[in-house]
């Protein structure tokens, strides 16, 4: 039975990967975070009863800043493959907090291959490194492919390209096995709720569903290749069963705006939106309902009118620096790794919609029942 371990195992992609590991019928091993909540809600329905027989999935407490207890965990698990997922993954957040995400994105993947080569591991465990599209930054080129140089926009993008470099050189000069994935932007119904795919698919549930007034966003115009989360981990899978090792760029091909993104999602639940304004005084405004399809999805649109602003822009969420264009060019995995992609942009789009609707009828059920906050001092 293979064995694997993946940091940010908590996480969407994590979430995801552990089950497709399993289904695979490897030994999974994740490393969580301590919290002071629990913070397992991604994969707690493939988490078994560790007093049960026939146990595949196990989780160890750690941190990628704490090199000692990733080498004990590394020794006792003994890993074939090492999927390195736990990152501060959110671009803005890292503007703030710039020391730590160095510390977590760039040094923690040092920490992972230098345990391997501390532990002699290097001949038997292959590494996987969550790299990024976001390395591209500053358009040199498009579509961006495995040849296109980097050119870093943010505290987070910089912290990665260390872990992108240190993952070629480990690989370079002590023959690991270690690759990079370049993932472009990759979405889900279990995409943490501030990136913007989510931000949007959760409030155009609850903006329909009478919840919310209006949702706030910053920069309208950024263009982002988006796929899905599930078609993503299995690529992360497949560059680790080639024969060599090496660096790939998992995209659709195809770059769509936000104001694009934030127009099918109303569109999804029934609701037409329009664009007008510019810059920090652009919004959307609804300009027409489908009644058909919201009675099909049991929505009573009644609560909007025609007119109603329901975007506006935050100029707090611009970023210092921004990535204005991703599109990646992912012929090499499509060739080389035979991935494919399910999931294009509208079949994304509906999956969100479809989950977060039923997310929010679900915290409508209980506002109207009384259950909306639970105060643990009353
Ligand atoms: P998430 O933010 O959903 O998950 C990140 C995971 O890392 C969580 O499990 C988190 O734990 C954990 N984590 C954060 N800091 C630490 C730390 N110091 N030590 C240990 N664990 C930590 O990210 P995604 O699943 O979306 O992304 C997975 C990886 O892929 C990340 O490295 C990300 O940067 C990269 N990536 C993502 C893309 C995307 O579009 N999703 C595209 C390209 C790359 P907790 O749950 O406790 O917060
Ligand atoms: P990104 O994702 O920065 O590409 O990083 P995010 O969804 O945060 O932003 C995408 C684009 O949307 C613009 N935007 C907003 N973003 C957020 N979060 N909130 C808003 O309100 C908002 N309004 C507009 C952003 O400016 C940006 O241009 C993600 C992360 O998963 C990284 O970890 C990963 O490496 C890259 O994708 C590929």
């Known amino acids: 039975m293979k064995v694997a371990l993946i940091t940010g195992v908590t996480g969407q992609d994590g979430a995801y990967l552990t089950e497709f590991l399993l289904k695979k019928g490897y030994f999974v091993h994740g490393i969580k975070r301590r919290s002071s909540l629990f913070n397992t809600d991604r994969i707690d329905h493939l988490y078994q009863d560790q007093h049960e027989d026939n146990v595949k999935f196990k989780l160890h407490y750690g941190d990628l800043t704490d090199s000692t207890n990733l080498i004990r965990i590394i020794q006792e698990t003994q890993p074939d493959e090492i999927y390195n997922l736990a990152a501060m993954s959110h671009v803005r957040v890292s503007f703030e907090m710039p020391e730590y995400t160095a510390n977590a994105d760039g040094i923690g993947t040092l920490r992972i291959l230098e345990a391997i080569r501390t532990l002699g591991l290097t001949k038997k465990t292959k590494v996987y490194q969550a790299s990024t599209s976001e390395l591209y930054g500053l358009v040199q080129a498009v579509p961006q492919s495995e040849s296109t140089p980097f050119y870093p926009r943010s505290p987070y993008a910089v912290a990665k390209i260390y872990g992108y470099w240190i993952t070629v050189n480990y690989r370079e000069a002590y023959g690991m096995f270690a690759c990079n994935g370049i993932l472009f932007n990759h979405e889900s119904p279990l995409r943490g709720e501030t990136f913007v ?50 660096d790939y760029v998992i995209a659709t091909g195809i770059t769509t705006t936000v104001r694009d993104f934030v127009r099918m999602s109303f569109a999804e639940l029934g609701i037409t939106i329009e664009f007008s304004g510019k810059d920090e005084n652009e919004k959307g405004v609804i300009i027409d309902v489908d009644a058909e399809k919201a009675k099909t999805l049991g929505l009573n649109l009644n609560v909007l009118h025609l007119g109603q602003t329901v975007v506006k822009v935050d100029p707090k969420y611009f970023r210092p620096t921004e990535v204005d264009l991703l599109l990646g060019d992912p012929s090499k995995s499509k060739n080389q790794l035979g991935w494919q992609p399910k999931y294009d942009l509208p079949a994304l789009v509906k999956d969100m919609i479809t989950s977060d609707l039923k997310l929010m009828k679900k915290d409508e059920f209980l506002k109207q029942g009384g259950y909306q906050t639970l105060n643990y001092f009353e």
């Open 197 to 246: 795919t989510r931000k949007i698919t959760r409030a155009a549930s609850k903006i329909a569903l009478g919840l919310q007034k209006c949702l706030y966003l910053g920069n309208l115009s950024a263009q982002r290749d988006w796929g899905h989360a599930k078609d993503y981990i299995e690529a992360m899978w497949l560059i680790l069963q080639q024969e060599k090792p090496e």
